[in-house]
């Protein structure tokens, strides 16, 4: 097959894996519509719009990071997971889609979902008033989020490949729920968990949007940041490959 | 205990047994655990033929399938798909596949799965050409998830063609198609053997091997235990049936030598045995009134249970 019809294949199957999952309010209304919705509830009836720039933006910054984080972490592994079950799977193995085909459509999927469910919550934020980052920081910010949901997309491909159809969505919750909390994405920590928060890759990716924009914490140095979000990738996505390679 | 002898095909399909075999499995076995699942299996798909895979359930049909689509790998022997290993893409490029479960995207329309599949293929046949081939053009606009069970299975199986293969895997494909649909795809099936595919389908409807098949492979505990043409197969059973208009007491005949069975349906009796031809003489030296006297070989569907039987 000639290299642009090859290309064409990745794309096609990108293309509709993406129209699959705009057609599943099942994963639209939690992953693209409620972070952009829980943004506006809480800037308007907790902080009455009144808050301070420091604090809009790190509230800003923790919806941001929980709007790439869901469609990441659940947009991969756990149709896979599903698919598995339904025979897809087999049958996508069984006819002649390009290597790695699926599993880059479904990530580049799930990225695309996070850049939008980050891209309704900014707007919501500039309708809202008071939006505190310039073009600049807003593209550097969006940048870095949407590249930090690659490792949750490998964390999120781990638990499809262990985990049956009915199982996948549930263990994926045990992680994501925990992870948004603990990462310190909406209020700071407590003390003793403070320390923590660097398990989680929410909360490196949400340090290194930040530092993007010219707004770093301090927390952590950057290059840890992405040393550690590298290895989530590799880490989880090879493992996970090589599982599906080996029990399919 | 000795493996029977498949049953050699005679000389009509000689001509095909010359030419290159499409898909080949050479002395594969393959086990699941305790489970042998092949033992010691050849079986080679030949160019332009429909071959009907039966066997029991557990008999070793979908991991013979499974093995030439790579999607298992023999414990010993070798799997061949178009002259390549099935593991390499470019070998399963020239095949189409339709499995007996497989949850399509329930939110993508006919349309946009057949591109999606199409894409996969080198020269994919034109939308509305499958559309048309595998006559569900009125499907195309709909969502996958809001057909009925018969109408996804017609969807597959524009799936499995639209990629123009030289050889099709067909997995039960009429099962849950009412009798339309059903005759529709044979004739389409039909078409497709006539233009150069080839065809492995694996059904449970023997009237369908009968109808369609070039050649019946019968497998049972992972062993190829007859492998010919329809009639070949048939006339490996040595019943036959008798069929006639007499007065004879049905129950008699029963106590004839060779008789299995005898029946009686108005004045028509039915009558199964093994030495045809001296129960034939016999009725006609009993009966001078005897009228519309038949012979007929066993069907494929009692020559299926009797060899199966064998085997077990």
Not at chain 1, 194 to 205: D, E, L, M, R, T
Not at chain 1, 231 to 248: D, N, S, V
Not at chain 2, 103 to 108: I, P, V
């Amino acid at each position: 097959m000639n290299a642009s019809r090859l290309l064409r294949a990745y794309l096609i199957e990108a293309k509709y894996e993406f129209v699959q999952k705009l057609r599943m309010p099942m994963f639209v209304i939690p992953f693209l519509l409620l972070p952009g919705g829980l943004y506006l509830l809480i800037r308007l009836l907790v902080l009455h719009g009144n808050a301070a720039p420091s604090a809009a933006r790190l509230l800003l910054a923790g919806f941001c990071v929980f709007a790439a984080a869901g469609p990441a972490l659940f947009g991969v592994g756990c149709p896979l997971a599903q698919e598995r079950d339904s025979g897809l799977l087999t049958l996508k193995r069984a006819l002649p889609a390009p290597q790695g085909a699926y599993l880059v459509a479904k990530t580049l999927a799930a990225v695309a979902f996070s850049a939008l469910a980050m891209g309704i919550v900014l707007a919501v934020a500039r309708l809202a008033g008071g939006f505190p980052l310039d073009a600049a920081q807003t593209l550097a910010f969006l940048a870095v989020a949407v590249g930090g949901a690659v490792p949750l997309c490998a964390l999120g491909l781990w638990i499809g490949v262990h985990s049956s159809g009915a199982a996948a969505p549930g263990v994926t919750q045990i992680v994501y729920l925990p992870m948004l909390y603990l990462s310190g994405l909406f209020f700071p920590l407590p003390k003793p968990l403070q320390a923590w928060a660097v398990v989680w890759p929410a909360f490196h990716i949400e340090q290194l949007a930040l530092s993007a924009a010219n707004l770093a914490t301090g927390f952590i140095d950057p290059r840890r940041s992405i040393t550690i979000l590298v290895a989530i990738t590799l880490a989880f996505g090879g493992l996970a490959m090589r599982r599906l390679a080996r029990a399919g | 205990m000795s493996d029977p002898e498949p049953i050699q095909p005679s000389s009509p399909t000689q001509p095909m047994q010359r030419a290159a075999a499409l898909a080949e499995l050479k002395a594969v076995h393959k086990r699941f655990g305790a489970t042998v699942a092949l033992a010691g299996l050849s079986l080679q798909v030949r160019p332009g033929e429909l071959l009907a895979l039966l066997g029991p359930n557990g008999a070793g049909k979908s991991t013979a399938i499974a093995l030439w689509l790579g999607l298992t790998q023999p414990d010993s022997g070798t799997v061949r798909l178009l002259g390549r290993s099935p593991l390499e893409v470019e070998s399963r490029r020239g095949v189409g596949v339709m499995m007996q479960e497989a949850g399509l995207a329930a939110e993508l329309r006919v349309r946009e799965l057949l591109d999606l599949t199409a894409s996969y293929y080198p020269a994919p046949l034109p939308l509305e050409e499958v559309l048309a081939l595998t006559r569900t053009a009125a499907l195309g606009a709909r969502r996958y998830g809001k057909l009925s069970g018969g109408e996804k299975r017609q969807v597959q199986f524009a799936l499995a063609v639209c990629g123009r293969p030289r050889l099709l895997f067909l997995d039960e494909p009429t099962v849950g198609l009412d009798v339309q649909a059903r005759e529709a795809m044979w004739r389409t099936l039909r078409d497709l053997v006539a233009s150069g595919c080839s065809i492995v389908l694996t059904t449970h409807y023997l009237e369908e091997a009968q109808t369609l098949a070039d050649r019946v492979a019968v497998l049972a505990h992972g062993r190829l235990i007859a492998c010919g043409t329809v009639d070949e197969i048939r006339s490996v059973v040595a019943r036959k049936e008798i069929r006639c208009s007499s007065a004879l007491d049905a129950a008699e005949i029963c106590r004839w030598p060779s008789v299995l069975h005898a029946a009686r349906n108005g004045n028509r009796l039915q009558i199964t045995a093994t030495d045809a031809e001296e129960i034939a003489r016999r009725l006609l030296a009993a009966d001078l009134q005897l009228r519309d006297l038949e012979i007929r070989h066993a069907g494929l569907s009692e020559a299926f249970t009797e060899l199966t039987k064998e085997a077990a």
